[in-house]
């Protein structure tokens, strides 16, 4: 076959806009095939254009119905709209939960909409390497926005507030005493606060209280980057909001151009994907039987022993990493 | 005061069993004060003793209360107990919720108790270092079990999992419909399933099916551990199940050192806390403006002008890492 007419490669069809090689390259990566890799090496170079939007909030929040709105209203401003939705379901249940696959069913025939569930996996290291992954093959094939979706309270939300530009926090009305909403959702990471079900009765007076929070965060210098996080109420049964919150969205994406906290988003997220690769890998190393590195393994051996402390270890490490 | 007879360190006081060294120590952690880490280092050489028992589960899910029964019943058996409570509370609640203080307020005169209330912060990376940090302490200062508490779905439960020995799993009933409750249980996660207020009438249901989903699970190969997780039903409201609960606790840390599956556990613990600070220290280099090592700032710059691939970043960063 050589010097034959080279036929297109994976990552060329992707660039043209094939679906197929599309999912083919996704698959490779989640799977942590090289052949991923090898194609990321060559679309990476043609990313960067892609809004990320990271969209957090609790089980059962409404935020499936909350993003299928959002892909709508996307569409009919011709933007073609990437979804990775992480999905805690266990293996046990198989992969993507009844509600994405009727999400992914709806949008199917339409070419502008690529919806991807993604499990979030044990001991999961790598997971905000896997998101980015695919976060950059979506921007390569001209998907903007990309929207990140995770189920979450707690670390959920702030990890995903380290891989998106704009993050929406949902809440919930009606779902619990005020001390239990404050403990499960962490406003800080929502640059946007979105509040679902604005229909029921409690919808009005969340609002007004998440409202009247961000004013006395604001106030106590929480957060001092100058953008006041709005929030919106929506309501799918009433068709309401959902323009707002789009509104919104592009407002915060040109309050990231014009403030200069683009660079700086955009750069944690770069931090985030060489320092979880980094770390992925090292972990490989320090903890498989088989690994090729002595080096690193006798330290867990030493740390174990309680002859080294993690402190030392780190410190070893970043020795021999920062030695030119 | 050279050569005057040593007042006794700090972390010597706490190896004596003095609390307000014990509580300076897990400030200064806390607050990664240089003071805290001088004072791990001496304090780890007398770790490995503690039984690290993660417990996670939704909002509202009675973890609190399952907690406090817990502590009870250690407390009859003499057992030193310690609590890390992570807190994804807003910073604008202002630290600790009112359950926390509650709890803490109940067990305040009971020397053999010792309820640290931890916020998760934003861009948590520290969070699992730090974790395991004021572990360390406690472990040094004689308290097991060491009972680490997170509200959590998804995310969370897999990074509880990876700093514990038994990781406790919290299931509530009659909180949503089936799907739901597989979408945000990682079961796969817990190595004791714990099915709260038992007297609720769902409770019976959820835990025949979990019983199940146990059995599909095992007959899957899902779990190729050997150990087979128990479902306990407790009800604070009838004081039932919590002397099945320390049973299944006991049985599986019996388990743990008969299989030697503690020494893999323990390895991946040390892996935790050694590549956390490392990837904590290269997030430092790699983002601070006034970082020292240019060299790593750099790659960061290549990656944002798309002239490297963080997959290069990284690998440029293990190559100088592994380099002798």
Redesign the interface.
């Known amino acids: 076959m050589r010097n034959s007419p080279a036929r297109p490669g994976l990552s060329e069809r992707v660039l043209s806009g094939d679906r197929r090689a599309l999912a083919r390259v996704l698959t490779y990566i989640e799977n942590d095939d090289p052949i991923g890799?090898a194609a990321?090496?060559r679309l990476?170079?043609h990313?960067?254009h892609a809004h990320l939007i990271g969209i957090t909030g609790?089980?059962?929040g409404g935020k499936s119905t909350l993003v299928n709105e959002l892909i709508r209203a996307w569409r009919e401003q011709d933007a073609k709209v990437a979804v990775i939705a992480?999905?805690?379901?266990?293996?046990?249940?198989g992969g993507a939960?009844?509600?994405d696959r009727i999400r992914m069913q709806e949008w199917h025939a339409d070419p502008g909409v690529f919806i991807r569930s993604m499990a979030?996996?044990?001991?999961?290291?790598g997971?905000a390497r896997n998101v980015?992954a695919l976060a950059h093959a979506f921007d390569a094939a001209g998907f903007d926005p990309v929207v990140i979706e995770?189920?979450?309270?707690?670390?959920?939300?702030?990890?995903i507030?380290?891989l998106a530009m704009t993050t929406l926090l949902v809440q919930v009305p009606g779902t619990?005493d005020g001390?239990?909403t404050?403990?499960?959702?962490?406003?800080?990471?929502g640059d946007i606060l979105v509040v679902t079900k604005g229909d029921r009765p409690e919808a009005g007076e969340l609002t007004r209280d998440l409202r009247n929070?961000r004013h006395?965060?604001m106030a106590?210098g929480?957060d001092q980057s100058g953008w006041q996080a709005p929030v919106v109420k929506t309501s799918a049964v009433r068709q309401e909001g959902i323009g707002q919150l789009i509104d919104a969205i592009g407002k915060h994406r040109a309050w990231l151009d014009e403030s200069g906290e683009l660079?700086m988003r955009?750069?944690?997220i770069?931090?985030?994907?060489?320092?979880?690769?980094?770390?992925d890998?090292?972990?490989r190393?320090?903890?498989g039987p088989d690994s090729g590195?002595a080096?690193?393994r006798a330290?867990?051996d030493a740390?174990?022993a309680?002859r080294l402390?993690?402190?030392?270890?780190?410190a070893d490490?970043?020795a021999?990493?920062?030695?030119?």
Chains 1, 2 share one sequence.
């Not at 402390?309 to 780190?314: L, V």
């Open positions: 890799e990321l090496e990476f170079p990313t960067g609790p089980p059962g992480i999905d805690p379901s266990s293996p046990l249940t939960t009844l509600g979030s996996r044990r001991f999961g290291g997971l980015l995770t189920v979450g309270t707690g670390q959920d939300e702030i990890a507030a380290s619990g001390v239990q404050l403990k499960a959702g962490s406003l800080e990471v929070l006395v965060g106590a929480v660079d955009n750069r944690q770069i931090t985030t994907d060489i320092t979880t690769r980094v770390q890998a090292l972990a190393q320090l903890q590195d080096t690193l330290l867990v740390v174990a309680r402390t993690p402190h030392r270890a780190a490490v970043l021999r990493l920062n030695r030119r």
